[in-house]
Every structure is written in structure tokens, then in C-alpha cells.
């Protein structure tokens, strides 16, 4: 099998895993396996998420942007960081449950501090309340870290800070989704954060080859912690 068709072959499987049934421990041994191929991947679909999200943040983030210090959950092998980097920020921590894919983080020069947790099954050893942004691209979705998680975002963001998440808007991924945003919307009711915006955004990543290669589409949602 020529490189390409590897590639193409990985993509597919990445896109697939999304709606199987598996384990968030099942799918980082997934991420472990293709973290040396994970960014080529994530250019062949036109990943679009990680520059999405990091520009949403850049267009409300009004404080010194290179003292901010920003978590950057389920970091992968960095592409968040990198395009949080673009847009001024400079301290950065990063938090994955694959070792492997922290190798590569690790590799980019980015990242002040890199922390292994596979969310939702372990604690993150973070202190509350120390971060002025706090963002998970990728990672609140089907069979990956829990809806639940989102409290733990919340602690770890500062008064005032900001903490962005996406989802897909798919169908594998309605139940998720819905679930998702009740519980975003039950912690604006009990007065934790406000919505500051919620961008769909239909080119979000490409779909596996035998379907063309169409788009799925994903959400971003920025809140502010009160």
C-alpha cells in the first residue's frame, strides 16, 4: 500500500470511529496507534476545527494575551495550540490521555507544561480556577470524554475566563449533542456562565472517501465563567 493510500486509509478509519460504540480508553489506544500520521490526517479531511475555535477566542479575548495562560484539553498533537499560538497566545498547557500523542505536542515547543488524563476516568492534577481560557476541540463528542466533564472545564477556568468547546452536528452524534447542550444550558440557569456565542459551522471536516469526501458539520460554543 503506497503512503497516500495509507493516509486515505487512515482518514476514513479516524472518521468512522466517531460513531462506533467503543470506549474513550478504546479510542486513545485508536490515537495512540496514528499519532505519527494524526496532522497529516487532519489535513487530508480539512480539519477546520482547531482554527475555528481558536479564532472565536481571539475575537472576545480582550486581556494581555501573552500573560494569559490557556489549557488546552484533549491537545492531541497540537493543532489547537498552534493556532492559539497565531493569535498571540503564548502560555500553554496541554492535557491528552495518549502518550503518544503528547510526544508530538511535546515535539512542537509549544506547550509550558503536558499532562497525561484520560478525562472522565482519572482526575486532572490542575489547580482550579488558574486558567483564563480553557478550550476541548474534538473531545465532547460520541465515545470520547463524557458530557460530564464540562463541571471540571468550568473549575478550572478563572472568574472572567473563558472556556470554549465543540461538537459535531451529526446524526451519530444527536443523543450527545442534545445532552450536551442541556447540561451547557442547565449551568447558565444555575448562574455558573453566559453564552457568549454559538457558531455552526457546516465545512467542519470531510466525510470518508466512499462518501465523497462531503463535510460534517460541527459547533462551537464560547462561555464566559461568572
Not at 141 to 167: Q, S, W
Amino acid at each position: 500500500m503506497s503512503s497516500v493510500s495509507k493516509i486515505v486509509e487512515s482518514a476514513a478509519a479516524y472518521v468512522a470511529s466517531f460513531s462506533t460504540s467503543s470506549t474513550p480508553r478504546e479510542k486513545t489506544n485508536y490515537y495512540s496507534s496514528s499519532a505519527e500520521i494524526y496532522e497529516t490526517v487532519s489535513n487530508v479531511l480539512d480539519y477546520r476545527g482547531p482554527s475555528l475555535a481558536a479564532s472565536i477566542i481571539s475575537a472576545h479575548f480582550s486581556g494581555d494575551r501573552e500573560a494569559a495562560v490557556v489549557l488546552d484539553v484533549a491537545c492531541g498533537t497540537g493543532l489547537v495550540a498552534k493556532q492559539m499560538v497565531t493569535q498571540g497566545f503564548k502560555q500553554i498547557v496541554g492535557v491528552d490521555g495518549s502518550n503518544a500523542m503528547l510526544d508530538m505536542s511535546r515535539k512542537t515547543g509549544l506547550y509550558k507544561d503536558l499532562k497525561q488524563c484520560l478525562l472522565g476516568e482519572e482526575p486532572l492534577s490542575v489547580h482550579w480556577g488558574l486558567f483564563d481560557v480553557v478550550v476541548i476541540v474534538g473531545g465532547l463528542t460520541i465515545g470520547h470524554v463524557p458530557v460530564n466533564v464540562v463541571r471540571e472545564l468550568f473549575d478550572f477556568a478563572k472568574p472572567g475566563g473563558y472556556i470554549c468547546m465543540t461538537t459535531r452536528d451529526s446524526c451519530d452524534n444527536a443523543e450527545f449533542k442534545h445532552a450536551l447542550e442541556n447540561e451547557l444550558k442547565q449551568m447558565e440557569e444555575e448562574g455558573l456562565w453566559t453564552c457568549v456565542e454559538v457558531t455552526k459551522e457546516r465545512e467542519w471536516i470531510k466525510m470518508k472517501p466512499e462518501r465523497g469526501y462531503n463535510y460534517m458539520t460541527g459547533i462551537v460554543y464560547l462561555y464566559k465563567k461568572i
